[in-house]
């Protein structure tokens, strides 16, 4: 393996831990579920949901901005360019941060009564800081991803902040918070999270120059222009995840909203694998482009599809063939989702591989990813009407996965006729059907085998891996891929022994 796949497969085996560690985010979740019941869980879920699509106002495409600036200024050794580059981005989300704070604030009584929940309204406006919390932490996180150094991601986000979340919202809960006291340890949480990302972004740039340069030195219109793009593509992307859920609270209640947000909290899992590469590509990508040799780029964008299914589709596997078990976690009640999951999965999957498309957001060429974004937004805004009144969960599963496949589609498509990029190779295939292989023995077993739905259920997934390793070494993993995977558990194993 090359010198070059060698680094990334060392970034990317720390991002992977990140993307374990937050594995246990689910039980955050689960208390959650658990404590306030399927309607409760429910509003929690829509306070969140409908926030969540606002507050990609406040990153205001500063992560783009940031990602593409810092990683070029890291290439060039321009620390100061990166800094003042930093500052600008803060002092955006700042202020773009509070205007959406107060639109949230204003909005939520009108929310309500579209969801036709009136508790809604007080934990709308407990969560309305949250959206600064976050993104002032994730400008700190990405601009040290952007210069290579992925562990401070896995400390802040992957461990310190799923702990946080957990124990502050036990306490809470035990004290007889409810809804609104679970959304205040949120933004606790979150706030304390943003701090301890600024402590580590001080160990790779300095924070009181960055500090200061959010107040002393003039905007930098340039930065702004380029985030520019990434806004409207945030939003669409904000609603594009978001209509199903408002549209089946809209039109279901609470209830069908706790049990489609189980079915999320597992999916959304995919999009995080794809997640963990990320920032070595966006720290990689960028430069490549700017020298525009296609033929390297084309083979690193190869390489990262394939490393990402390797992880993906085994993940897909276990939330279409095993969504019983995993849901029944969260309560019987949640158990009738498990059809919607399946269906979420396969959309989900599409869009953890459709790795091309950071060419044309790393490229500054965000525009196409947009129009892609808009073509899968318009699609759920005629589907989920039609689907939701008559098929609830069903209805809704189907338009997210049909429309976000459909964008990723698009995406894949323009990446394609405008940089010559695609990532199949022979390798995909070969990931593909050893998955599909351990899908169809693991699945068969789970559905015939006489047990307890937990007897099944881990039974049908050791087999559906087993089944899925047998075949895919059968097949042959390419150099690269075999460094890639013993890399990562090689991490691992001595991220566990130390602990």
Same mark, same amino acid.
């Given at each position: 393996m090359s010198t070059g796949a060698q680094q990334e497969a060392r970034g990317i085996g720390v991002n992977l831990l990140t993307l374990f560690a937050q594995a246990s985010l689910p $039980? !955050?979740?689960?208390?959650?579920?658990?404590?306030?019941?399927?309607?409760g869980y429910g509003v929690y879920r829509t306070a969140t949901t409908f926030v969540d699509v606002l507050s990609v106002i406040t990153m205001f495409g500063m992560d783009l901005a940031i990602t593409r600036r810092v990683s070029i200024a890291r290439a060039a050794n321009d620390e100061a360019g990166a800094v003042a580059a930093v500052g600008t981005a803060l002092r955006v989300v700042l202020l773009?941060?509070? @205007?959406?704070?107060?639109?949230?604030? =204003? /909005? $939520?009584?009108?929310? $309500? $009564?579209?969801q036709q /929940?009136?508790?809604? =309204?007080?934990?709308?406006?407990?969560?309305?800081?949250?959206?600064?919390?976050?993104?002032?932490?994730?400008? !700190?996180?990405?601009?040290?991803?952007?210069?290579?150094?992925?562990?401070?991601?896995?400390?802040?986000?992957?461990?310190?902040?799923?702990?946080?979340?957990?124990?502050?919202?036990?306490?809470?809960?035990r004290l007889g918070g409810g809804i609104v006291g679970a959304c205040f340890a949120v933004v606790t949480g979150m706030a304390a999270t943003s701090l301890l990302a600024g402590r580590f972004y001080s160990r790779e740039l300095p924070l009181g120059p960055t500090l200061a340069a959010i107040v002393r030195n003039p905007m930098d219109w340039?930065?702004?222009?380029?985030?520019?793009?990434?806004?409207?593509l945030g939003i669409v992307w904000g609603l594009q995840g978001s209509v199903d859920t408002l549209f089946l609270g809209h039109y279901r209640g609470s209830a069908d909203v706790g049990a489609y947000g189980a079915c999320v909290l597992y999916v959304v899992s995919l999009s995080q694998v794809r997640g963990a590469f990320y920032p070595v590509i966006a720290a990689t990508l960028p430069p490549m482009l700017v020298k525009g040799d296609k033929a390297a780029t084309n083979e690193f964008i190869r390489r990262q599809t394939r490393w990402v299914a390797l992880l993906a589709m085994p993940l897909c596997v276990l939330?279409?063939? !095993?969504?019983?078990?995993?849901?029944?976690?969260? &309560? &019987?009640? !949640?158990?009738?989702? @498990?059809?919607?999951?399946?269906? #979420?999965?396969?959309?989900?999957?599409?869009? @953890?591989?459709?790795?091309?498309?950071?060419? *044309? #957001? *790393?490229? &500054?060429?965000?525009?196409?990813?947009?129009?892609?974004? *808009?073509?899968?937004?318009?699609?759920?805004?005629?589907?989920?009407?039609?689907l939701v009144p008559r098929y609830g969960l069903i209805g809704a599963a189907v338009s997210s996965a049909s429309g976000m496949a459909l964008s990723q589609v698009v995406q894949l498509g323009f990446a394609w006729s405008i940089e010559r990029v695609h990532g199949f190779s022979v390798g995909l295939a070969k990931v593909a059907v050893a998955a599909l292989?351990?899908?169809?023995?693991?699945?068969?077993?789970?559905?015939?085998?006489?047990?307890?739905?937990?007897?099944?259920?881990?039974? &049908?997934?050791?087999?559906?891996?087993?089944?899925?390793?047998?075949? *895919?070494? /059968?097949?042959?993993?390419?150099?690269?891929?075999?460094?890639?995977?013993?890399?990562?558990?090689?991490?691992?194993?001595?991220?566990? /022994?130390?602990d």
């Open positions: $039980a !955050f979740h689960v208390q959650l579920a658990r404590a306030l019941g399927e309607s773009s941060g509070l @205007a959406v704070s107060l639109l949230v604030f =204003v /909005s $939520a009584p009108s929310v $309500a $009564a579209w /929940s009136p508790q809604l =309204v007080t934990p709308l406006r407990t969560l309305v800081l949250l959206p600064i919390a976050y993104h002032v932490a994730s400008i !700190f996180l990405i601009a040290t991803q952007a210069r290579m150094v992925m562990r401070y991601d896995f400390w802040a986000r992957g461990l310190f902040q799923p702990l946080v979340l957990l124990g502050a919202t036990t306490l809470v809960l340039g930065l702004v222009r380029m985030g520019l793009p990434g806004v409207v939330f279409a063939g !095993f969504g019983d078990g995993l849901l029944a976690i969260f &309560g &019987g009640e !949640f158990l009738r989702a @498990a059809p919607a999951l399946a269906i #979420l999965s396969l959309g989900h999957l599409t869009g @953890a591989l459709a790795v091309p498309a950071y060419v *044309l #957001l *790393l490229g &500054g060429k965000a525009r196409y990813s947009t129009i892609a974004a *808009l073509t899968c937004l318009v699609f759920q805004l005629v589907a989920l009407p039609i292989a351990g899908f169809v023995c693991g699945r068969g077993l789970f559905q015939w085998m006489p047990y307890p739905l937990i007897v099944r259920f881990f039974v &049908g997934v050791a087999v559906a891996a087993l089944v899925y390793a047998t075949v *895919l070494v /059968s097949l042959g993993l390419r150099e690269d891929e075999r460094e890639m995977v013993g890399a990562g558990w090689q991490k691992v194993r001595a991220r566990l /022994s130390r």
